[in-house]
């Protein structure tokens, strides 16, 4: 039962009782089941009962499951190069044996791009470790809170994954002060031409449609887009108008007028004391300005 | 050089007593010497007002200056009251460094 254990998703279960029972458990195996992933204390007959009836139903089903998918679940297939898909799965399993009963997901440009820096393999599990490269593989640990973020919204949309993905609700707030982080951190980037701009400008675009209310992206739009802003002659005036756009969009009137002039105050403070580098906060200010205009 | 001589020099280029924030040790252990330098390079452009600060959301009275090393792997974050003194050196891997943005507000 250790499989079971791990994968099973109480909030998942509740909401599919309809679904299995009476078709698969009857309605007091089904409370069982819910008791015993709960950690609450069984009786010794509930006990019995669970070894001797539930666990190996439950067992049978999870065959089932994994003889159908092979133990590999393909989403966004169709973006996929079919070659990279299978060496993809071997990889898959090969990390499915080293992490035992962990939920394992590869994603990332190997799955669609003839070029790629490395192979992004996602572990989750109950706690947190460090990141590492394993020869080609980049190894990120993540824990369980991960499922209700935008984050795995996205990369779930193209990947493939030792388990069924269940979507869950994004449980993260769109956070406009995050978002006005990330403008100001792309702004840097690109102004410096610092490496990572890549990064930074495809979480800006993922919080700008999400801000927006507008569909997730998965990681191949990301990539998609950020390459074209990127190429473009004027980077900043696109990053510019995506950021306004964002926020007139998604952010309610009286918070976003009040965000954009406590930046201009702060900007202005700063400018004050660096007068040399002020072009440059003249033009971070002016996305500000122009939703304070837009919006009174 | 050994973390402690760093700290000791980064406080000579600031004229000031900072402190340290993040795995400054570790980071400092574990990279090769010109790499040290350009740190302590940035620390310096910071001090001459050759870099450019960020106003920090969540305070009011700082503005921080941001590092990233040319590999992208050593993010730093030099934090400075408006006005006035160098106050802080953090320096870490990339999910701290996110971490302590968010709690600045840059």
């Known amino acids: ?296 | 050089m050994k973390a402690d001589e760093f700290k000791e020099k980064v406080k000579q280029i600031l004229n000031a007593n900072i402190k340290f924030d993040g795995h400054v040790d570790m980071v400092i252990n574990n990279i090769p010497e010109p790499k040290q330098n350009a740190i302590l390079e940035w620390v310096g452009a910071c001090s001459l007002g050759i870099e450019r600060p960020e106003p920090c959301k969540n305070f009011r009275n700082l503005i921080s200056f941001i590092y990233k090393s040319s590999d992208n792997k050593i993010k730093g974050i030099l934090t400075k009251e408006k006005n006035a003194y160098f106050i802080e050196l953090f320096l870490d891997k990339h999910k701290y460094y996110d971490r302590k943005r968010r709690y600045l507000g840059i």
């Open chain 1, 1 to 296: 039962m250790r499989k079971l254990a791990y994968s099973m998703d109480l909030a998942h279960l509740r909401q599919i009782k309809n679904d299995i029972v009476p078709a698969l458990f009857t309605s007091h195996q089904f409370d069982l089941i819910i008791k015993k992933f709960s950690g609450k204390e069984m009786t010794p007959s509930e006990k019995n009962e669970f070894s001797r009836t539930i666990s190996k139903k439950m067992k049978g089903i999870l065959q089932l499951v994994n003889k159908q998918s092979n133990g590999i679940f393909i989403y966004g297939k169709e973006r996929m190069i079919p070659e990279r898909l299978q060496q993809a799965s071997i990889y898959l399993k090969r990390f499915s044996r080293q992490f035992k009963n962990k939920h394992i997901i590869l994603t990332g440009s190997f799955l669609y791009s003839k070029s790629y820096n490395d192979i992004d393999i996602f572990i989750v599990s109950k706690y947190e470790k460090e990141e590492r490269s394993e020869g080609k593989f980049h190894i990120n640990h993540l824990t369980e809170d991960v499922y209700t973020s935008l984050f795995f919204k996205s990369i779930t949309k193209l990947c493939i994954s030792n388990r069924e993905i269940i979507k869950y609700p994004i449980k993260e707030e769109a956070s406009l002060d995050n978002f006005i982080s990330l403008y100001q951190e792309l702004f840097n980037d690109l102004d410096k031409n610092f490496k990572g701009i890549r990064s930074t400008l495809r979480e800006f675009l993922l919080q700008a449609s999400f801000i927006a209310n507008a569909t997730v992206p998965d990681s191949l739009d990301l990539r998609n887009e950020a390459n074209s802003i990127i190429n473009l002659k004027n980077p900043k005036e696109i990053i510019k108008n995506i950021f306004i756009n964002a926020v007139l969009i998604g952010v309610r009137k009286e918070k976003a007028l009040s965000a954009m002039k406590q930046m201009l105050v702060s900007y202005q403070e700063v400018i004050k004391e660096y007068k040399q580098h002020a072009p440059y906060y003249l033009e971070v200010m002016d996305a500000f300005k122009r939703v304070i205009s837009l919006e009174s």
